[in-house]
């Protein structure tokens, strides 16, 4: 079967050549008929090779498994995180045949010039410098020409590839059909440009305003949507640089470039904390190449392709986590972690807790410095996958951007210190969540619940005294598997009876022989000892017959 699928087209064929020439032993006897065993991944280097050379869609593929810690060992969770597209520009004139049909006006009457030069090329898009009509500064981001056919294409054969694959325990247990159907959502949805420009806007919005932090230090870039379309993004032109690779003068910090990255360490993880923890909507690739460092000393936030959502309960089980994990509490870890998945097979609690009492356990020594945060959450993921519980696809999404976040962090600031930042940050989360974001009006609506309540009991408590007076109170009860405990009483009440009954007899019998001096009661006793030895029979049996005798 495998043999044919890699024969079908040019395209399977051009793969089938990447995994052989790459290695992959377990692929290799699959593609070349040979009978395998249950699946294997290759190592991590190697996958990555087979991504890359398998161009743009691939890579994609690469960065969606990246999200699930739950799946793949941190390994290749860190190998995969860093994957890029390799991928060359495309020419000047095929980019602009792409502007043109995009635009609704005349690309001369749009914009005065354009630099014909892309300053990124990436596996989705490439992006030009360009400057509008009324002189301010913008960035084009222009889908690759023919880059529909491909990931058409693709997707068909990730989906038949998965379909395959999950016949086998291997793919039924990680529920590949299901994950195959994720990739194809999130990868179609990066070729809607009109999408990433909506995430991009709505992020704007959140940041707009904090309590945390001066979002005039933060930038989102604007949309242009007079001239943004699927297939063309116009968005705002910052000038700067990739973060790590930022020269920082100390703005704003008396020069000290020192106080600059720890302050612009804080911003990032206040930001972030206010995404996940209060807006429910946050940018899930902070990787150093989407954080940039202005000429002015601001810091921008680019490229909103790949954003997650939780909902409130999703929101404060994820705060409870943290706190849990920052005391190393192993059974309040297992008990969120039961709220947040959902289970393959029947759960073994004891051993759920012990795995995590077991890893948290390494880190009781450690200072809380020295604690990498989202290396311990990426490992409370896959012990929830080995203990027969699958995860929601956001939470891959957030461990991902809290690892990426906590790198950047640990970079400009060597003594970054996560459980120091958050505190402060954990401490009105949780005032948020006991009183909300308007504690008069939360006071407010208890207190008319409450009045309401205390119109409401007098007559509720006086229909309960109607009743019980006048015995017209019923209870309805209904208790599950009650009908097999009532028949085991039954049968063990009647029993009991019989053996009584037998017992009686018996003594009797016994008491009649022993006063009997003349021999006149002897046929008596007899049938009294006849009876209880034919009713001790069939008690006997009747236990045997039941398979109850231990």
Not at 157 to 177: E, I, P
Not at 448 to 464: A, F, M, N
Request: hydrophobic content about 45%.
């Amino acid at each position: 079967m495998f043999s044919r699928l890699a024969q079908s087209s040019a395209r399977q064929r051009e793969i089938a050549e990447v995994v052989l020439r790459n290695g992959w032993g377990y692929m290799r006897r699959l593609l070349t008929g040979t009978k395998a065993e249950e699946p294997q991944l290759p190592p991590p280097a190697i996958l990555r090779n087979i991504l890359v050379e398998l161009g743009p869609v691939y890579v994609k593929l690469g960065q969606l498994l990246s999200t699930r810690p739950d799946l793949l060992p941190p390994e290749y969770i860190t190998e995969l995180t860093a994957l890029q597209a390799e991928v060359p520009a495309v020419a000047w004139q095929e980019v602009e045949v792409v502007i043109r049909q995009q635009l609704r006006r005349p690309l001369e009457e749009a914009f005065t010039t354009i630099n014909h030069q892309p300053v990124a090329a990436g596996s989705i898009a490439q992006t030009h410098r360009a400057t509008l009509a009324d002189g301010r500064e913008v960035a084009l981001k222009i889908q690759r020409p023919g880059i529909e056919a491909i990931v058409d294409q693709d997707i068909a054969l990730v989906r038949t590839l998965a379909d395959l694959v999950s016949r086998t325990n291997f793919g039924k247990y990680y529920d590949l059909k299901a994950l195959a159907e994720e990739f194809a959502t999130a990868l179609i949805g990066e070729l809607d440009f009109m999408l990433e420009a909506t995430h991009t806007d709505q992020l704007r919005s959140n940041l707009s305003s904090s309590r945390w932090f001066d979002p005039k230090q933060l930038v989102v870039p604007e949309i242009y949507w007079a001239l943004t379309t699927e297939k063309l993004l116009v968005m705002e032109w910052l000038d700067g640089v990739p973060l790590l690779q930022g020269n920082f003068t100390g703005v704003g910090h008396g020069g000290d470039a020192t106080a600059e990255s720890k302050a612009i360490v804080t911003l990032l993880v206040q930001a972030f904390f206010q995404q996940i923890y209060i807006d429910g909507f946050f940018h899930a690739d902070p990787h150093p190449g989407n954080l940039f460092y202005l000429r002015d000393g601001r810091v921008a936030l680019l490229d909103c392709g790949m954003v997650g959502r939780l909902d409130p309960r999703t929101q404060q089980v994820l705060t409870e986590m943290l706190l849990a994990i920052v005391n190393l509490d192993a059974q309040r870890c297992t008990q969120l972690t039961l709220q947040l998945a959902e289970s393959v097979q029947p759960v073994n609690l004891a051993q759920l807790e012990s795995d995590y009492d077991r890893l948290l356990r390494r880190y009781f020594n450690l200072n809380l410095a020295q604690v990498n945060f989202s290396q311990l959450f990426y490992e409370i993921l896959q012990r929830a996958r080995a203990n027969h519980l699958r995860v929601p696809g956001n939470m891959g999404l957030y461990a991902k951007t809290l690892a990426n976040l906590e790198s950047v962090a640990r970079k400009l600031d060597p003594e970054f210190n996560l459980s120091d930042q958050i505190k402060p940050l954990m401490t009105d989360l949780f005032r948020r969540q006991l009183v909300g974001e308007a504690p008069l009006q939360a006071l407010l609506r208890t207190a008319l619940d409450i009045k309401t309540l205390s119109l409401q009991s007098p007559r509720q408590l006086e229909l309960l005294l109607d009743r019980v007076t006048s015995e017209t109170l019923q209870w309805n009860l209904n208790l599950r598997d009650l009908d097999p405990l009532r028949r085991s009483v039954d049968d063990s009440a009647n029993r009991l009876s019989f053996s009584i009954v037998v017992g009686a007899l018996i003594m009797g019998a016994a008491t009649i022989l022993a006063n009997d001096r003349t021999g006149r009661l002897f046929w008596v006793s007899s049938v009294l000892f006849f009876s209880a030895s034919f009713l001790g029979l069939w008690l006997i049996v009747s236990i045997l017959r039941s398979g109850r005798l231990k």
